[in-house]
Structures are given as C-alpha cells and as structure tokens.
C-alpha cells in the first residue's frame, strides 16, 4: 500500500456504459489531485486506451465546462484486449511510462473486475466510482447517473400519459435495465403506472392481465405499463402483443426510451454526488485506501473492498414494490 507522499501521479478513466455524471466525476478527481499538488492524467478510451497509451495529462481548466455535459469527454470502450494477461501487462508498461501510480477508475461491475485483477497482479493502487444508471451496484444507495436517467425516463412517461388519456390508450414503456429494476420501479411509481415489469419480480403474464382486467371492470379507459428491458416476461413489444390477442378492451401502443436514457445534462444530484465521490477518491487513494470502491450510503462516503460489491447486486427494495402495487388500483 503506498503512502500519501509516495503517490505522484494519478491517472482516471471511465470505462463501460457512459452515464450522465462521469463528466463531473472526472472534473472532481482533476482538480482534487491538482489540490493535492499531484499531476493527473486522463486514460482515453477505458482499458482500451491504457492498453494503446492513449494518455494525456489534464489541468484545472481541461475540465472547466464540462459539469453540466452528459457523456464522457474521456470517451469509455470496452476491451476484449485487457481480459488476457498480455493485455493488462501492456496497459501497465504504459501507466509506468508516464509514471501513473494510482488510479482512479469510474464505471459498472465490469470495470471494477478488470481492476480488481490489474491491481492484484501489479503495483499500483486503484479505486473505483460507481457509475451506472441502473444503480445495481451493492455497498451504495446510488450510482452516478441513476438518478437523471430515472428524471428523464419520468419526463418521458408524462408526455406519454398526456397522449394516453386523449385517445384511452394503454401503452407499453420499456425503459433500460437488463438486470436491474431500478429504473422501472422508480420511474414507474413518479409517473403513476398501472403496472411495473422488473426482471427481480417473478410475475406471470396472468397476474399482470388481472392488474389491467382490474382496470377494465372499474372503466379505466387509459393506462400506463412499466416495463424494464431485461423484464423474464419479455419486452414492451412481446408485451403489448400478448394483451391484445386476449382483449380489444385497449387501443394499444408501444414506446421504447432506449438510449436517451444514457443522455442528457446530470441533475444536481448526480452532480453533487459524483463530485462528493470524486473528491473521496483522491482524498482515499493518498490516504492509503486501495482496491476499495467508493460508495454513498446514508448520506455518508464509504469504501467497499472490491470482493464486497464484484458479482453482487444493489437489491430492489421490497417497501418500494409494495408501494407500487398499492398504488397502481
């Protein structure tokens, strides 16, 4: 474990998914090193640009203008190269080319099992930032990005549910989250939905044709359906397919969000909480904190061991779904 004197240069990248907040996630652990009189670079491209020495050093004002900016202006790629030894030997050879000693990684499971393997076969000392927009990450109540990607998907549903009502549809909403219901289940509860699909819940098709056979025996004329994109049930088309060959009750359409999701200028919170992280990521790695992940819980920063949060996920809240279930009448 190296000590804060003994770190010089640290380098940061964003690896898989992009999500609204990298940006000042970036921004934060820039100027965070700088405070710290440390040099910091940016690693283009994730694993991939470590492996093709695709670094550059960053200033105080590289990083001016970008917190408000969805993306990543460090760009992320997902490399097939740095899963072999060979791979992540190169990667190495050139962060000690340009003499980068700790580093700080900003990404999903995925990144954080590429760098729990680099830093048990080098010497280097390493932390993550979670950042996702499907908050399925254990050891934090939320990823960066979670929560614009939940804000847009409800500014979506809104307008849809303007539409629905005027013509007494039911429409089919398929929002991101192949593993992870998050999205869903938030989305769904903000934007008053008649029914939440979630890839954790067992549901069959018959129950949910009695939520909406539910509706249609009240009079319900319009409704709303949540559905998370890795739903066991199947999507928003196989969905909405389904329910008409067994009823004509509903003028039935589908939406499907998809990546405008991923897009977008970061709410504050993912703003304050990617920069909050940010900073306990410089602040942890010159402290002596490594192979940890940082994560927000209760209000308060935390660092996980890598072997806490690699191959385990953020559970859905059982409080939530009942909500939703009481609410969705």
């Known amino acids: 474990m190296k ?56 200033g105080a004002r590289s990083v001016g203008n970008i917190l408000q900016r969805g993306g990543t202006i460090l760009k992320t790629a997902r490399s097939k190269e740095f899963r072999t030894k060979e791979g992540r030997v190169k990667a190495f050879e050139n962060l000690k080319k340009n003499g980068i000693d700790g580093l700080v990684a900003i990404g999903g499971d995925g990144t954080f099992t590429g760098l729990h393997y680099f830093s048990s076969e080098f010497d280097i000392s390493t932390i993550c930032l979670p950042g996702t927009i499907d908050n399925d990450i254990a050891g934090t109540d939320y990823t960066i990005g ?16 303007d539409t629905a009502l005027s013509h007494n549809r039911l429409f089919f909403i398929e929002v991101m989250g192949r593993n992870s219901g998050y999205i869903a289940l938030n989305s769904g509860i903000a934007g008053g939905a008649g029914a939440i699909i979630l890839p954790e819940e067992e549901l069959s098709f018959d129950d949910l044709y009695s939520l909406l056979e539910a509706g249609m025996e009240t009079g319900k004329k319009s409704n709303l359906v949540v559905v998370a994109e890795g739903s066991k049930l199947g999507g928003a088309n196989e969905l909405a397919k389904k329910i008409a060959e067994r009823s004509d009750y509903f003028d039935i359409k589908v939406t499907i969000l998809g990546h405008q999701q991923r897009g977008g200028s970061p709410t504050y919170f993912d703003r304050v909480l990617a920069s909050k992280m940010g900073v306990a990521a410089v602040e942890g790695l010159l402290n002596g904190e490594s192979n940890v992940m940082v994560g927000f819980k209760e209000n308060k920063i935390v660092y996980n061991s890598y072997d806490q949060v690699i191959n385990q996920q953020h559970k859905i809240e059982e409080e939530s779904m009942r909500i939703a279930k009481i609410l969705s009448i």
Not at 21 to 35: C, F, H, P, S, T
Not at 147 to 161: E, G, K, L, P, S
Request: hydrophobic residues 45%.
């Open 3 to 58: 000590k804060i004197s003994e770190i010089k240069k640290l380098g940061v990248f964003t690896s898989g998914g992009d999500a609204p907040g990298m940006n000042a996630a970036i921004r934060a652990v820039v100027r965070a090193g700088i405070y710290y009189q440390k040099e910091v670079y940016g690693i283009m491209r994730g694993y991939e640009g470590m492996i093709d020495a695709d670094i550059v050093k960053l």
């Open 146 to 161: 979670f929560d614009t990607a939940t804000n847009t998907a409800v500014q979506a549903i809104d307008r849809i549910r």
